[in-house]
């Protein structure tokens, strides 16, 4: 579940916190769109629809190993809310990342590059 994703007529929000349920309504509406284009294989995935989609571009379908959790509520009451959570897990994790080796960079350290200058100019004397 997205932290605040429930269903706003049920939670009788109003004000700043109804503002915050419908933004966060949003970016799960769109998170599941990403997740689904990724599934299927699509050739154009709409990471930009949402500026959450967008944080989590490499997370979802880059380089990287991705875990989800899903937090589930076993109270009758949250049974619709439960439902949803787990078919979203569900398609998640048919989600398949194609990692590869990253590339190593060496960094000089400065201290390294001094000595070495220091060794060549005592070299010169």
Known sequence: DLAGSERVKDSNVTGEKLKDAQHINTSLFYLIH???ALVEGNE???YKNDTLTEMLK???GGNCFT???ATISPAQQH???TLCTLRFAKSFCSVKN???AANTM????????ISQ???KLNLRK
């Open 106 to 113: 060496t960094i000089k350290r400065p201290w390294h590059d």
């Open 44 to 46: 154009h995935v709409p």
């Open 58 to 60: 490499d997370s979802l």
């Open 79 to 81: 049974a619709k809310e």
């Open 34 to 36: 990403v997740v689904q």
């Open 67 to 69: 875990t989800l959790i």
């Open 98 to 100: 194609k990692l590869t």
């Open 117 to 119: 200058k220091k060794k």
